[in-house]
């Protein structure tokens, strides 16, 4: 992807050295995990054990925090290896705290190895309960009359599905009401994908070690481990830091000031290339959002009969009437005007409701290959070059792809299913083979970049699956590039905002039935508070997980 704009040169920069000063975590897979944990002890001679007691002291630390520890009567289940140990850790820390603690093996003890058979005999030597568990009924009424519960059994190694006495001590577990602390990740939970391997812990917190893992992160996974914290168990903080190639969260640096000179031509210009019969809220909803979001100029390239319909909810857009076929799409006679007009834009946005008609297909896919600026593919547009693919990758200009999953698996060539269970995997493989920037749309949407970068945004809510709140996605994206982000920061900027708006509308109206039209009313009001400060509940959200 070969690109260089000059213009606004001095803005993006402030956007550039601004974000190197900007902390953004790092979310890691198992194996890297793995990697950082081999690092400490080989390389740092931080001894395992270490490792370990910072881990259980930082858990008892928001147990003491979250339930109280004097007086109060804990369970907690460990299974083998060292989450169990860390669980040990947890235990001891209780009991030298004033809690009662009855620690429960659903593993066999003369496995534990290294630091967590070191912890496992020193719990032997305290008067601490340590039961081996051979059925479920053996700990139900240990759990109906605790304060809290300790889930230390999978930790992140789990590779398969939960059954037998394992799967019945979790549905005691959450089925108990009472609050539960996992370490970690919440057990039953794939700490590389956050899927659910059969059934899995619900907890009310969550401490895990080192950095976030994927799975803490990802939906379904994330759904399940409450409030989420994470120790670095003393892991220095260029070992945190890793590669700049890896999973990170998403934290833009803001926006440019706006310069007090502004005009409409300063503060972007964007075209629309959109709309089709029966399609006439996409395209309005896109060219619209782009001005809601504080961009200047929006053209709106729309067949001719649609343009005094839309002209009557946007007025303030610029239209660009064009030739349409018998089925109200666009025509291919309109390509070299809409090259030319391209040429003059900032960033051109092509697919909302363009409707599936071959002839319009077409067009799509010579526009895709001879506009020389960036350009912003959506909806329909993914449809009519997804089988094309080598139009995405050879071109010169930056491309911008933000599919749904349906989207997702034309592009990638991948199933549904693999994509909901492998997303960043399959995400970093079709940004590098598009060359391109692809935002890949749902809960916790993530976007790629062509280098391997993966960014997982913490914005937005449920309501926003609703037909339309796309189209304002793509407007919001090319606001920010047009008012002086770099083209990376504006989509990681554009995706953040859109998910704010959503949040804004869902605090003032509910989750329930928010539209398009509400996420598009609501970007002022991000864009202010975006600035200005966001709400203390949802800048918490966005920030990630608390660092003990």
């Not at 053996?138 to 992140?156: K, L, M, N, P, Y």
């Amino acid at each position: 992807m070969i690109f260089i704009d000059f213009k606004d040169k001095e803005r993006r920069n402030f956007c550039r050295e601004k974000r190197t000063k900007e902390s953004v975590m790092r979310v890691c897979s198992v194996q890297e995990m793995r990697a950082m944990d081999r690092y400490a002890i080989e390389h740092l001679a931080i001894p395992e054990e270490i490792l370990m007691e910072n881990a259980g002291l930082a858990a008892a630390a928001v147990l003491k925090r979250e339930i109280g520890i004097p007086g109060r009567k804990f369970v907690i289940f460990c299974g083998g290896g060292n989450n169990g140990g860390d669980g040990f850790v947890v235990a001891r820390k209780v009991f030298s705290d004033g809690g009662t603690v009855r620690v429960f093996l659903l593993a066999d003890p003369e496995k534990f190895r290294g630091a967590a058979r070191t912890n496992l005999d020193i719990l032997k030597r305290l008067p601490i309960d340590l039961i081996s568990v051979e059925s479920a009924e053996q700990v139900r009424c240990d759990i109906r009359h605790c304060h809290g519960i300790v889930d230390a059994i999978f930790g992140t190694g789990l590779d398969r599905p939960v059954g037998g006495l394992f799967k019945e001590v979790i549905d005691l577990i959450n089925g108990s009401g009472r609050k539960v602390l996992s370490l970690d990740i919440p057990s039953g939970v794939n700490g590389d994908t956050g899927e659910i391997m059969g059934v899995a812990v619900q907890a009310d917190f969550t401490v895990t070690f080192g950095l976030p893992k994927i799975g803490n992160i990802l939906y379904p996974g994330f759904s399940r481990g409450g409030k989420l914290h994470v120790c670095h168990i003393s892991f220095p903080p260029d070992l945190q830091a890793g590669t700049s190639r890896g999973v990170l969260l998403n934290n833009p640096p803001p926006v440019p000031p706006r310069n007090l000179d502004a005009h409409k031509g300063s503060v972007g210009e964007a075209l629309f290339i959109a709309g089709a019969a029966n399609y006439f809220g996409a395209p309005c909803f896109a060219a619209l959002s782009f001005l809601k979001a504080g961009g200047g100029y929006s053209r709106l390239a729309a067949p001719a009969s649609m343009i005094p319909s839309i002209a009557q909810r946007g007025g303030e857009i610029v239209f660009v009437p064009q030739r349409e076929t018998a089925a109200g799409s666009l025509s291919g006679d309109n390509f070299e005007e809409l090259l030319a007009l391209s040429a003059k834009m900032d960033m051109v946005v092509i697919g909302p409701g363009l409707s599936l008609e071959e002839e319009t297909k077409s067009l799509v896919r010579a526009l895709v290959q001879d506009i020389a600026r960036p350009l912003l593919i959506d909806g329909d547009g993914i449809t009519a070059v997804a089988s094309r693919p080598e139009l995405i990758s050879e071109r010169k200009a930056p491309t911008i792809l933000t599919p749904h999953p349906g989207e997702m698996a034309r592009l990638s060539g991948m199933s549904i299913q693999d994509i909901r269970r492998e997303r960043i995997r399959i995400l970093q493989e079709t940004a590098a083979n598009l060359r391109a920037i692809v935002v890949l749309k749902g809960a916790h949407s993530l976007i790629g970049m062509p280098d391997g970068r993966v960014f997982i945004n913490l914005s937005g809510n449920p309501g926003m699956a609703t037909a339309g709140s796309g189209d304002v996605l793509t407007g919001t994206i090319a606001a920010m590039y047009g008012q002086g982000l770099p083209l990376e920061d504006a989509v990681c900027k554009g995706v953040l905002i859109h998910g704010l708006s959503g949040d804004l509308a869902a605090e003032a109206r509910g989750e329930d039935g928010i539209t398009a039209q509400d996420i598009l009313n609501f970007l002022p009001e991000a864009r202010k508070a975006d600035r200005e400060g966001v709400p203390a509940e949802l800048f918490r959200r966005y920030s990630g997980p608390e660092i003990l």
